[in-house]
C-alpha cells in the first residue's frame, strides 16, 4: 500500500490542469447501459473509481474500449447479465447508478446493497420507493436488491431528502419509462446536469435539469453518442485551497468557474484574490495568513460536503475561530482527529467543528479515512514542519487524478512511496 510524504511550508506557485469530473463520469458511464448502440466518453479522468466502473460494467458483457486519449467507448449491446455483485459494489458505493438503467432497459437488475460506509449510513431507499412508483417489483433478498419491471411508468416523484445518485438514477430510468415523469425535489448539482445533458444527446427528453424539478418524458429507445464530460469542480476547489492553505498563487485550468461559487466566496472571505476567466480560476495570497471562515454544508448551489474537510484543514492554521457544520452525513470528520496528530485544535461537538486557527503544524504520520479526509491531510502536510506521511492513500486514488505530479508541478515537495 503506498503512501504520500510531504515536507511542508513551501508556498505553491503555478497553473494546474483540472481532469474530469468523477462524479459526473461515473453515472454516465451507467447511462451509456440505456443506449442501443456505443457511447463514447471523453475527458474521463484515470481514477479507482472509473477502474471500478468500466470492471462492473464488464463483468455484466458490455464492452469497453479505452484508446489512448483516455477516450472510452461503452457499447451495451453484448450484455449478458443485469448483476452488480458485492464485492465490487463494497468497494464503490456509486455502483449502485445502474440499478436504474438496467431495470429501464432490460427490465430486471440484481444489485448488492451498498451497505456501512465511513462517511454516514447512506441509505438507498429513495431510489428504492422511486422505482417502485415506476412500476418496478422490488424484493430485498440476501444483501441484493432484485428489482424487475416490464415497461418503467413514468411517475410523480417527490423525493424525501436530496440525493444525487437518486436523482441521477431515477432521471435515467425515466428516460426509457412510458409517459411522463416529474422528479420533486431533485438534486441541482453541475454532475445532474452533465449526465442530462449527454442523456439529451443520446435522444432522451429531459427539461429542468438544473432545479429542483426535473421532467422527463420517456421515448422508446436512446442511441449513442459522443460526450465530454465537464471538469472536476471539487478537484478545481482542492487546488485552490492547496494556493490558499500554502499563502501561494495557483492558477487552475480546464475548470468551470460558474460552477464554484460558494467555494469562490469563501476562499475571498479567508482573504485569497480570486481571479476569474471563462476556464481558469486563480488565487493570490499574497503571502498572508488565511483568516478563518465559516463553513455549513448543503445541496448544491450551497457549499458542498465535498469540500468541507479541505476548509477544515485550511481553518487549522487560519487567522481566527472557523466553525464547520455538516449537514450531509453524519460522520464525515474523521480527517479532524487525524489533523490533531499535527497539532490542530478542534473541538467537536456532534456535527460542528470550531476550529483554532495555530500558527504552524507539526508533521506526524497521519492515516486517510475517505477521499476528501485524505485530500484534507495532504492538504495540512503541505503546511506542516517537517515531513507528513499520509498513509492509506487508495482512497485518494479514487478521487484524484496523479495528486503528487499536479502538486509537485506547483512546486510541492511529495512524493509517493511504497509503504
Ligand atoms: N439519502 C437517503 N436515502 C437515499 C439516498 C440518500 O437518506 O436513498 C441521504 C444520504 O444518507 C445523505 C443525503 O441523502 O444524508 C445526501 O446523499 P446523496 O444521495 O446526495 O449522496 P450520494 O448520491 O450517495 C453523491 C456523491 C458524493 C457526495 C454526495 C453529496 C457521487 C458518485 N457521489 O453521493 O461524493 O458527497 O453526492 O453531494 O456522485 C465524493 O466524491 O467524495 C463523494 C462522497
Known amino acids: 500500500m503506498d503512501k504520500l510524504q510531504i515536507q511542508g511550508g513551501i508556498p505553491l506557485e503555478g497553473d494546474v490542469r483540472i481532469s474530469g469530473a468523477k462524479n459526473a463520469t461515473l453515472p454516465i458511464l451507467a447511462a451509456a447501459l440505456l443506449a442501443d448502440d456505443p457511447v463514447v466518453i471523453a475527458n474521463v479522468p484515470h481514477l479507482q473509481d472509473v477502474t471500478t466502473t468500466i470492471e462492473l460494467l464488464g463483468r455484466m458483457g458490455v464492452s469497453v474500449t479505452i484508446d489512448e486519449h483516455m477516450h472510452i467507448e461503452v457499447d451495451a449491446s453484448s450484455l449478458r447479465e443485469c448483476f452488480a455483485p458485492y464485492d465490487l459494489v463494497k468497494t464503490m ?143 478545481s476547489g482542492t487546488y485552490l485551497v492547496a494556493g490558499a492553505i500554502t499563502r501561494g498563487n495557483v492558477r487552475i485550468k480546464n475548470t468551470r468557474p460558474e460552477n464554484l461559487d460558494a467555494v469562490l466566496a469563501k476562499l475571498q472571505e479567508a482573504g485569497a484574490k480570486v481571479g476569474v476567466g471563462d476556464s481558469w480560476v486563480e488565487v493570490d495570497m499574497r503571502g498572508r495568513r488565511p483568516r478563518a471562515v465559516d463553513v455549513r454544508t448543503a445541496p448544491y448551489p450551497a457549499f458542498p460536503t465535498d469540500m468541507q474537510a479541505q476548509f477544515a484543514a485550511l481553518n487549522t492554521v487560519a487567522e481566527g475561530v472557523g466553525t464547520i457544520i455538516e449537514t450531509i452525513f453524519e460522520n464525515r470528520f474523521m480527517h479532524m482527529l487525524e489533523m490533531r496528530r499535527l497539532g490542530a485544535e478542534i473541538r467537536l461537538e456532534g456535527n460542528t467543528a470550531i476550529i483554532h486557527g495555530v500558527e504552524r503544524l507539526t508533521a506526524a504520520p497521519v492515516m486517510a479515512t475517505d477521499l476528501r479526509a485524505s485530500a484534507s491531510l495532504v492538504l495540512a502536510g503541505l503546511v506542516a514542519a517537517g515531513r507528513t506521511d499520509v498513509e492509506r492513500i487508495y482512497h485518494i486514488d479514487r478521487g484524484y487524478e496523479t495528486i503528487e505530479e499536479k502538486l509537485a508541478q506547483l512546486g510541492a515537495q511529495i512524493k509517493r512511496v511504497p509503504n
Open 93 to 235: 458505493r456509486a455502483s449502485i447508478l445502474v440499478l436504474g438503467p438496467l431495470v429501464a432497459k432490460f427490465g430486471r437488475a440484481d444489485v448488492s446493497l451498498p451497505g456501512g460506509c465511513a462517511i454516514g449510513a447512506r441509505p438507498v431507499n429513495i431510489h428504492v420507493a422511486g422505482l417502485q412508483a415506476m412500476g418496478a417489483d422490488i424484493q430485498i433478498e440476501g444483501g441484493y436488491i432484485r428489482a424487475r419491471a416490464s415497461r418503467l411508468k413514468g411517475a410523480r416523484l417527490v423525493l424525501d431528502t436530496v440525493t444525487v445518485t437518486g436523482t441521477e438514477n431515477l432521471m435515467m430510468a425515466a428516460t426509457l419509462a412510458e409517459g411522463e415523469t416529474v422528479i420533486e425535489n431533485a438534486a441541482r448539482e453541475p454532475e445532474v446536469v452533465d449526465l442530462a445533458h449527454c442523456l439529451i444527446e443520446m435522444g432522451a427528453k429531459i427539461h429542468g435539469a438544473g432545479t429542483d424539478k426535473i421532467t422527463v418524458q420517456g421515448v422508446p429507445r436512446l442511441h449513442g453518442t459522443r460526450y465530454e464530460v465537464l471538469p472536476d469542480r471539487i478537484e
